[in-house]
T-cell receptor, first 114, second 111 residues
Framework: DVKVTQSSRYLVKRTGEKVFLECVQD?????MFWYRQDPGLGLRLIYF???????EKGDIPEGYSVSREKKERFSLILESASTNQTSMYLC?????????????FGPGTRLTVL | QKEVEQNSGPLSVPEGAIASLNCTYS??????FFWYRQYSGKSPELIMS????GDKEDGRFTAQLNKASQYVSLLIRDSQPSDSATYLC???????????FGTGTRLLVSP
């Protein structure tokens, strides 16, 4: 079974803090994704990566950055957290280079920024 | 116009009935379509993928695709209370290597 894990299920941070969200997959997948999910807005793609040290902006990259130093790990960084970044963050991975590959999601991190 | 549209629901059906979930998309050139299920407090999981016009069946689930009308639907036969969840439609737009998700339809199956 594919396993995608995220470092925290719940996180509370203060405005202005630097926040790191970690995602690890154990199936040697090429692709990794970060989404946020908000009521009424659905899942929105923040960043994705098709290879180590490679990153592509998604639909809402502003205020975020990412790092992929190892194939199995994809980190989402909030350089200076703001209250409008309070959300559920979901990491996903997929096997190869095609968007049609099944994406497997981690359990999510519910981030609250006070 | 949103790229992928779904009625937010809730769609309420009695146990044993057929639940019909619909999704429309704006990019006529889209080729790949997916249905994910998300239980409350959990992450999405893939139920079905469909790439060609027509029906695709998997157990109690049938995905239907009509590219001319730009809609994709999911039928759940013999609905069970355990099917109560939010169902997300996702589409791969032309020339993109990413999924675009709808906001989901909440399904409630009453015993």
């Amino acid at each position: 079974d594919v396993k995608v894990t995220q470092s925290s299920r719940y996180l509370v941070k203060r405005t202005g803090e630097k926040v790191f969200l970690e995602c690890v997959q154990d199936m040697d997948h090429e692709n990794m994704f970060w989404y946020r999910q908000d009521p009424g807005l659905g899942l929105r793609l923040i960043y994705f990566s098709y290879d180590v040290k490679m990153k592509e902006k998604g639909d809402i990259p502003e205020g975020y950055s990412v790092s992929r130093e190892k194939k199995e790990r994809f980190s989402l960084i909030l350089e200076s957290a703001s209250t409008n970044q309070t959300s559920m963050y979901l990491c996903a991975s997929s096997l190869g280079g095609r968007a049609t590959d099944t994406q497997y999601f981690g359990p999510g991190t519910r981030l609250t920024v006070l | 116009q949103k790229e992928v549209e779904q009625n937010s629901g809730p769609l309420s059906v009695p146990e044993g009935a057929i639940a019909s979930l619909n999704c429309t998309y704006s990019d006529r050139g889209s080729q790949s379509f997916f249905w994910y299920r998300q239980y409350s407090g959990k992450s999405p999981e893939l139920i079905m993928s469909i790439y060609s016009n027509g029906d695709k069946e998997d157990g109690r689930f049938t995905a239907q695709l009509n590219k001319a009308s730009q809609y994709v639907s999911l039928l759940i036969r013999d609905s069970q209370p355990s099917d109560s969840a939010t169902y997300l439609c996702a589409v791969v737009p032309t020339g993109f290597q990413k999924l675009v998700f709808g906001t989901g339809t909440r399904l409630l199956v009453s015993p």
